[in-house]
């Protein structure tokens, strides 16, 4: 008989149902991405991003709870797109877990070659941090994309979003960081789902403020909030392909348009003239014809958009390959709209800097605020750092285990990790911390729609570099290493590593923690001076990353 779904959530406090902290860390973290706070469709074991799953079936799930439970500290357990094919004996500096998601050869990476394959049950899409276990809650893309709103704010609007309207679309795991952000930067916005049941729930998690009846409605609230400088969000249930379109013709004064739809997937993107209700059965039945409707829309979403850029909006593709689906249902403007990366947020990749996370595997509140404080504590003069964490103290509902995410970079991980390491050994918390990141990140990524747009060499698709990042991770100590394709934007599209550690309180563990988050953000780093860009030069003179081609 297989196994179906039931409800998961994972173990808390000291006792180990694992036989050490580095193999319960794994376990608890693949339950926690299932937690139904956390995950966006529990029972299909989908955790966010159109399919991003944990675990391929849940007789691949069950497999490997019962084999994380017995794994040694000298064994190595083997995941292939979400089942666990093998165990080895390895040694206790290596992984406990290694993972691959989603991979295919280059010229069979496609959607539909993908899904016959899944069909056949042979593999499973990974998303970024939901085959890897370390995704957190929308929690985990709110300090990217607060960070990026914020660099909106310092490049067009003197430093806040106060004042102005933002308009964007997608209310789901990722997209619905997206009305807080904004808010959190000072301004307004408009989120568009067709999914109303998606607005309620970031209403209940309070990433959103309010859901409105209306266009109209929504309308009049947040032009009322960018007249008085109020920060407000409002969701509204729609079609973006419809609304922004009729936006544009309206004439509204909007300010910044980005879109968080799930449109890297054209299955997970709704075509005008399709039912929400007949979605999923119109998916399953005719994938085809769906993808061509989905692409039509898009055009015309991204028409929109294009019409907003003419007439002066920031506008900016946030990761999720709509202008390329838009080029291919025939729109041939949509890569007028620049990606995000290379607008705002490659000179901090340069630096190694990306979103370093953690979460309190005691379950805890107060443990993540003693890491808070420990965090603020170690960067004393970074005042937009100070600013982030008391503003998610303030707003993020904790989802699943409680857990934080801030930027750092090379020379400041490591040093966090440690201190982590030091509170669980001396009792400050009370249980070891996972340490982790998201595979968006300075050196772990090849995607040239997104984090590996425009290089200043032109290396957009070289994919190298990933598969070296992951290499290192796991010859540098980290507890499970993983190795994805097709994250973010879609199959064909990106390849992409991720390492998460264990801070249990050892000296083993400090000894791994110093070695992985530093080598790991030392990869942002190389990979920036490789590339060309001159800050990345100074950041590896400055801490002393070695570059053979400059040595000599
Ligand atoms: P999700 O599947 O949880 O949510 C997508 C939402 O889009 C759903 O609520 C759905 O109802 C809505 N939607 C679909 N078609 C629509 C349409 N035509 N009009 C309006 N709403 C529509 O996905 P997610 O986790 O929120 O991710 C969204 C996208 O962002 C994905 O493509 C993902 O790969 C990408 N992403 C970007 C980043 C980044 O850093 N910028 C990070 C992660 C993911």
């Known amino acids: 008989m297989t196994a179906g779904p039931r409800p998961v959530r994972a173990p808390r406090g000291t006792t180990l149902t694992a036989r050490s902290w580095q193999t319960e860390a794994p376990l608890r973290m693949l339950m926690n991405n299932l937690d139904p706070e956390v995950a966006e469709r529990p029972d299909d074991l989908v955790v966010y991003g159109g399919t991003g799953r944990a675990a391929r079936s849940w007789d691949a799930y069950d497999a490997i709870v019962r084999t994380l439970t017995t794994l040694g500290d000298d064994e190595t357990l083997l995941v292939q797109s979400g089942k666990p094919v093998g165990v080895l004996t390895t040694h206790e500096w290596a992984p406990r877990v290694l993972i691959a998601n989603s991979n295919l050869v280059g010229d069979w990476a496609t959607w539909p070659e993908f899904r016959r394959l899944e069909h056949l049950g ?18 985990g893309i709110l300090q990217g994309t607060y960070e990026t709103l914020a660099a909106v704010a310092a490049q067009r609007f003197g430093g806040t979003l106060a004042g102005t309207l933002t308009v964007t679309g997608g209310c789901g795991g990722m997209g619905g960081a997206q009305p807080l952000a904004v808010t959190l930067n000072g301004g307004a916005c408009l989120i568009v789902d067709v999914d109303g049941s998606r607005l309620a729930r ?4 309070r990433y959103l403020d309010r859901v409105a009846g209306s266009l109209d409605e929504a309308l009049s609230l947040v032009l009322a909030a960018k007249r008085s400088r109020t920060a407000l969000s409002v969701g509204v249930v729609g079609n973006c392909a419809e609304v922004l379109p009729a936006l544009l013709r309206r004439g509204v004064a909007v300010d910044v348009v980005t879109d968080q739809t799930s449109a890297h997937d054209p299955l997970a993107y709704l075509p005008v003239g399709v039912a929400l209700d007949e979605w999923a059965d119109y998916a399953a039945a005719k994938p085809d014809e769906l993808t061509d409707r989905a692409r039509e829309s898009m055009a015309r979403h991204v028409e929109a958009m294009v019409g907003f850029l003419d007439a002066g909006a920031e506008v900016f593709d946030y990761g999720n390959s709509i202008r390329d689906e838009a080029r291919r249902g025939g729109y041939d403007r949509a890569f007028d709209v620049p990606g995000f990366v290379p607008a705002y947020i490659r000179p901090l990749f340069a630096e190694g800097k990306g979103p370093f996370r953690w979460a309190a595997l005691s379950g805890d509140p107060r443990d993540i605020a003693t890491t808070d404080a420990a965090v603020l504590d170690l960067f004393p003069d970074d005042d937009h750092l100070h600013r982030w964490i008391r503003a998610a103290q303030e707003r993020v509902a904790f989802q699943g285990l409680p857990a934080r995410i801030c930027w750092l970079g090379h020379g400041e991980r490591d040093r966090a990790g440690l201190r982590f390491n030091e509170l669980v050994a001396s009792g400050g918390v009370a249980a070891p911390v996972v340490i982790g990141r998201d595979h968006l990140d300075a050196g772990s990524v090849a995607s040239p729609y997104r984090e590996t747009e425009a290089m200043a060499d032109g290396s957009d698709a070289i994919a190298d570099w990933p598969l070296l990042n992951a290499l290192v991770a796991a010859s540098s100590g980290a507890t499970w290493v993983s190795l994805h394709h097709g994250g973010g934007v879609g199959m064909g599209r990106s390849i992409h590593a991720g390492q998460v550690s264990v801070a249990d309180g050892t000296d083993l563990a ?20 490789d590339a060309g860009y001159a800050r990345a030069d100074e950041v590896a003179d400055a801490h002393g990353i070695r570059v053979p081609m400059r040595e000599g």
């Open 122 to 139: 042979l593999t499973m899409y990974g998303q970024m941090t939901a085959g890897s276990w370390i995704y957190i809650g929308t929690q």
């Open 202 to 205: 970031r209403v209940h998690d």
């Open 510 to 529: 400090a000894r791994k923690l110093a070695r992985v988050l530093s080598n790991d953000p030392a990869m942002g780093v190389l990979r920036h001076v």
